[in-house]
Structure formats: C-alpha cells, structure tokens
Nanobody, 122 residues
Framework: EVQLVESGGGLVQAGGSLRLSCAASGFTFDDYAIGWFHHVPGKEREGVSCISHSSGNIFYADSVKGRFTISSDKANNTVSLQMSSLKPEDTGLYYC???????????????WGQGTQVTVSS
C-alpha cells in the first residue's frame, strides 16, 4: 500500500524559508514520480513541483521557479521541497502525491498524503 506522509509545514514570515518532506513507503521508490501540490480552499489545486525517479525529469510551476527546489533522498525514500523567498500567496496546504511512471512527471497522481499547512505572514 502506497503511503505518503508530509512534514515540515509551519508559520513563517514573508521572505523566509521552509523545508517540506514527503516520506514514502509501500512501493518501489525508483519506479515512481513524486509531486508536490499547493491547495488553497476555494481554489484549484496547483502542481508546484515534481520529480520522476525513472527519467530524472523535474518540473516546477512558473510561480515557484527560482524559489523552490525539489530533491530526492533515495536511501530514505524521501522527497523534499525547499521553499525560499516565501510569499503570502504561498500560504496553503501542501500535499505530496505519487504515481508509477517510467517517463516524465505524469498529469495525474492516484496516491496522496494528508498534507501539511504552510502559512506565510506579510
């Protein structure tokens, strides 16, 4: 069973940094892509970043390019999202998600974590 557990959310001032982690279990890490998503109630969920372990493909949404960095620790089955230069509009729930793929980051992810809250104060 695929399990994903996010951690690292919290309250930070604008311009600050946070590091989110997604601990994965129950599947072969190398065969999956892990994505990070941002959700604000009342708005559509946005794909923020993704890493495909099979192809090495990395995706960033335009809104976070140059500010967020995704990385993978295969020894610990963990994908992290380093968030810097945070803005109030980055506030929301951040979810990680997983999908088996042997190519680039997919459009759909069937397995999701429960999310971690990020709040950026102005």
């Amino acid at each position: 069973e695929v399990q994903l557990v996010e951690s690292g959310g919290g309250l930070v001032q604008a311009g600050g940094s946070l590091r989110l982690s997604c601990a994965a279990s129950g599947f072969t890490f190398d065969d999956y892509a892990i994505g990070w998503f941002h959700h604000v109630p009342g708005k559509e969920r946005e794909g923020v970043s993704c890493i495909s372990h099979s192809s090495g493909n990395i995706f960033y949404a335009d809104s976070v390019k140059g500010r967020f960095t995704i990385s993978s620790d295969k020894a610990n089955n963990t994908v992290s999202l380093q968030m810097s230069s945070l803005k109030p509009e980055d506030t929301g729930l951040y979810y990680c998600a997983a999908e088996r793929t042997y190519t680039d980051c997919p459009r759909r992810f069937p397995s999701w974590g429960q999310g971690t809250q990020v709040t950026v104060s102005s």
